[in-house]
């Protein structure tokens, strides 16, 4: 499935674009695991269920793709959450 953030990733370097799509990011509630450019049926399941059909998969942790200290990462992480 295409999505409109597609068209954005044009501009992005292709090392980095390579490395977030070989990542497997981790969802805790549901408990998933989602790759980028993959179906997840579980994922949509849980969507219909709880009545929404899109989502967004978003973090505080290394911003713009820069690396951050861990404590630098959770201080941020926590922030958002509490935002």
């Known amino acids: 499935m295409r999505t409109p ?20 990011y981790r969802i805790f509630e549901p408990p998933l695991t989602i790759r980028i450019g993959q179906p997840h049926p579980a994922l949509d399941q849980w969507l219909r269920s709880s009545g929404h059909s899109t989502w967004t998969y978003l973090t505080a942790y290394n911003p713009g793709s820069q690396l951050l200290s861990d404590a630098e990462n959770e201080q941020a992480q926590q922030k958002l959450v509490h935002w």
Request: glycine share 0%; charged share 20%.
């Open 5 to 24: 953030m597609d068209d954005s990733l044009k501009s992005i370097d292709q090392h980095l674009l390579q490395a977030y799509q070989n990542t497997s």
